[in-house]
């Protein structure tokens, strides 16, 4: 719409007419400052040990999270908000547009949380929307690794808080917003940090009895169709990226795009893939040839598994390295020829195109267009001898003519 980057828009229009001079966008960028808080989580689960985190870059979804700010140049977000999109002597926001921020669109929570003392919960543009104490209150949180935060705003008592932690989940940024809103607000004093650990405490309780369902359906005493071995490799989904399986000794691990994955045996072929804590189950499926082909993985409630296909990642081979597999070789009287298009190995059966062949080991290649399907080379004595067709119907094997 404006032809900007997000990143650019944003420094143009807000960053830069507020002074925010310091605020960034990436991990990157907020690594170079002379002055800036590490990352830290839970080591195994909550109330337990303390460990520091690497900072997780997650610029591909930069817009949701990945503004990197201090509390004293939030303040002047803040003011701006608070003075319905005037900052100084200028206007960042058109009045209408900021009335339309904190207009509510949709129905946050049906709950009536009287232990929080909130009345209704709406959501507007980015901004959940409630009564705090009989106070107007539009808030957002937010987490990503190794950081925690709260933004508040009670509009009609013109106070802003920002509270910003450098600890991944806690619900430290909720206490303190609490406390200092009531001092602010002159209200009654509630033991905030009470409430928040009993409701971690019941939340554990509640992810411990999950667990234990979990393991109640469990069929014992069963175990994969594969060796563990045969489930190593990576698998690709477009839209969510690549799950690769690994192993160490007889037990297996992997990552999913940058997390690392903690895999262990369910029963028969799903297994539980622990990432950062949340765990996640997935099922291995075998192609006709018996072999492991897909992960399908449920990662939403009532949305269809998600497909991971494995793949085999292309070898890089010249032109040199290829002409060795270039002839004619004999298909039970019917001729199939090797040949080089550019740099690239094709091979030709009667009767059908030409397909491109993708180097994926030692003499294997993948048919580029028809998934499951290889053709792989033999040598002896320094020489191709045979190229053999392993397809889901069955191996055929071509002998190489003189």
């Known amino acids: 719409m404006s032809g900007q980057s997000w990143e650019d828009y ?4 807000i960053l830069g007419p507020l002074g925010m001079k310091e605020t960034n966008f990436s991990v990157a960028d907020l690594q170079k400052t002379t002055d800036h808080a590490l990352p830290y989580g839970w080591e195994d689960k909550p109330m337990g040990k303390v460990k520091k985190l690497d900072f997780r870059n997650i610029d591909a979804m930069g817009p949701a999270g990945s503004i990197n700010s201090s509390p004293n140049e939030m303040a ?7 003075r319905k999109g005037k900052y100084e002597d200028q206007t960042l926001i058109n009045p209408d547009m900021h009335q ?3 207009r509510p669109r949709s129905i946050a929570s049906t709950a009536l949380d009287s232990s929080y003392y909130t009345f209704y919960g709406l959501y507007g543009l980015g901004w959940f929307i409630t009564d705090y104490r009989g106070h107007l209150r539009h808030d957002h949180g937010g987490n990503i690794d190794g950081f925690s935060a709260n933004v508040a705003l009670y509009p009609r008592d013109s106070l802003g808080i920002i509270v910003l932690t450098n600890m991944n989940g806690t619900g430290l940024p909720g206490v303190v917003r609490n406390y200092v809103a009531d001092r602010l607000l002159g209200l009654p004093t509630v033991d905030w940090n009470d409430k928040q650990l009993s409701a971690l405490k019941k939340a554990l309780i509640a992810g411990e009895e999950a667990a234990q369902k979990v ?10 169709s594969h060796a563990l071995s045969e489930y190593i490799g990576k ?6 990226g690549i799950i690769e399986i690994t192993a160490s000794g007889d037990t297996l691990g992997g990552k999913f795009n940058d997390l690392e994955l903690k895999v262990s045996h369910y029963h028969y072929d799903i297994f539980s893939a622990n990432a950062d804590g949340a765990n996640i189950q997935f099922s291995a499926l075998s192609n006709l040839k018996g072999e492991i082909e897909t992960l399908e993985i449920v990662l939403e409630a009532g949305v269809k598994p998600l497909r991971f296909d494995r793949f085999n990642e292309a070898i890089k081979s010249s032109k040199n390295d290829l002409e060795k597999y270039v002839g004619d070789y004999d298909l039970m009287g019917a001729n199939i020829k090797c040949f080089l298009r550019g740099e690239t190995l094709f091979v030709n059966v009667p009767g059908q195109t030409d397909y491109e062949l993708v180097p994926v080991g030692p003499h294997k290649f993948d048919l580029k267009v028809a998934k499951g399907y290889q053709l792989i080379f033999a040598e002896e004595a320094g020489k191709i001898i045979s190229a053999t067709f392993d397809q889901p119907n069955g191996k055929f094997t071509a002998k190489r003519k003189p």
């Not at 002047?76 to 608070?82: A, C, E, N, P």
């Not at 393991?215 to 994969?224: A, G």
């Open 10 to 13: 944003t420094r143009a229009k």
């Open 76 to 82: 002047k977000w803040v003011t701006m908000l608070l």
């Open 100 to 102: 339309e921020l904190f």
């Open 215 to 224: 393991q109640t359906s469990r069929k014992l005493d069963t175990k994969p």
């Open 235 to 240: 698998y690709k989904n477009e839209a969510y």
